[in-house]
């Protein structure tokens, strides 16, 4: 049985994969700053695309199901899908003394550090106080 979202789902992990790549790359070479808002920019856009030709098939199974009873969706895939979904979109992992946190919470953090540390480094930081995250504990 054909199934348009394996595309998707290939083009996305190879995305993600590309960019891993270079980040590694960019974090081994200790001679050059890190300079990597362009693959990610790059990665960002792309992966929108992906998502959305995704949301958009998705949502033609979903008339197609609507209207004529028939969809060649796999019932194992679509809740695959949907719990992997939710992990991303909700997992959370320990941190410690009882707290949770999650991917888009610790990218706002790294956002509010990282203009933080932009605005010190750029105007100094004589006389400034610090608040410092807990490092998280892998289960």
Do not use: W
């Amino acid at each position: 049985m054909y199934n348009p979202f394996r595309q998707y789902i290939y083009e996305i992990g190879s995305i993600l994969g590309k960019l891993g790549y270079a980040l590694c790359q960019q974090a081994e070479n200790k001679n050059q700053p890190i300079n990597i808002h362009g693959q990610v920019k790059q990665t960002m856009d792309s992966l929108t695309y992906y998502l959305h030709n995704l949301n958009s098939d998705l949502d033609a199974c979903r008339y197609n199901l609507i209207k004529d009873g028939k969809s060649e969706v796999n019932t194992l895939e679509m809740e695959s899908l949907k719990v992997a979904l939710h992990h991303l979109l909700n997992g959370e992992s320990y941190t410690h003394d009882g707290e949770t946190s999650n991917p888009v919470i610790e990218l706002y953090k790294m956002k509010f550090l990282i203009d933080s540390l932009y605005r010190l480094t750029t105007k100094g930081a004589q006389g400034s106080k610090e608040y410092i995250f807990d490092k998280i504990a892998i289960n």
